[in-house]
């Protein structure tokens, strides 16, 4: 069946630092690829999409780039924020089907 | 309101006692799924409501979990007799898209403990 790993956290960084979450997905055929993000006290929320190979989700200085080839969609920002500290999960689903397939999350925490 | 609202945002229970735990999703939103978090694991998918098309049951990990969805909107998840191994956040989501194209808009969840 369809799995999503994530690096284990937390991941700390100093504001302004460069931040790279790895992500790698097991599934068959093209699945759309997804991170979600859940601030402190809220619920989950889209951050970026995928939908097929080479595509590059973006949203709020955050990217990342959908690879077949090596079955990943990392995330990544150039200069962190305090305000990201948060947990990230990636995700994927296929067209159609009921649920999406979450990995267990990381806890980003960014010092001032 | 405007986002989906979960309650009771904690509960505390004895083994054996059953709960129940509260979704309300975004108004005019077809579909509407239950996810459980246990600690340190992702997301695990419990059951998927559409509209007026029978519910996708396929993630419920035992006959003690049911859900309903009255009038196509709010939904209870009932948890019967209760185990350890329940204790988790129970995670409510809607979704305003029949495709399933995974934007999905979550609750803040509610916090079961089982003592």
């Known amino acids: 069946g369809d799995s999503v790993t994530q690096m284990e956290g937390p991941v700390t960084l100093s504001e302004e630092a460069f931040l790279t979450i790895n992500c790698t997905y097991t599934a068959t055929g093209y699945p759309s690829l997804f991170w979600y993000v859940q601030y402190p006290g809220e619920g989950l929320q889209l951050l970026l999409k995928?939908?097929?190979?080479?595509d590059k989700g973006s949203n709020k200085g955050f990217e990342a780039t959908y690879r077949k080839e090596t079955t990943s969609f990392h995330l990544e920002k150039g200069s962190v924020q305090v305000s990201d500290s948060a947990v990230y999960f990636c995700a994927l689903t296929h067209t159609g089907r009921r649920a999406l397939t979450f990995g267990s999350g990381t806890r980003l925490q960014v010092q001032p | 309101g405007a986002g989906v609202s979960q309650s009771p945002s904690n509960k505390v229970t004895e083994k054996g006692k059953d709960v129940e735990l509260r979704c309300d999703p975004i108004?005019?939103?077809?579909?509407l799924y239950w996810y459980r978090q246990s600690l340190g694991q992702g997301l695990e998918f419990l059951i998927y409501f559409q509209g007026n098309s029978a519910p996708d049951k396929s993630g419920l990990p035992s006959d003690r979990f049911s859900a309903e969805r009255t009038g196509g909107s709010v939904s209870t998840l009932t948890i019967q007799r209760t185990q350890q191994e329940d204790s988790a956040v129970y995670l409510c989501a809607s979704s305003p898209d029949r495709a399933n194209t995974g934007e999905l808009f979550f609750g803040e969840g509610s916090r079961l403990t089982v003592l």
């Open positions: 995928a939908t097929k190979a080479d």
């Open positions: 108004s005019g939103h077809t579909a």
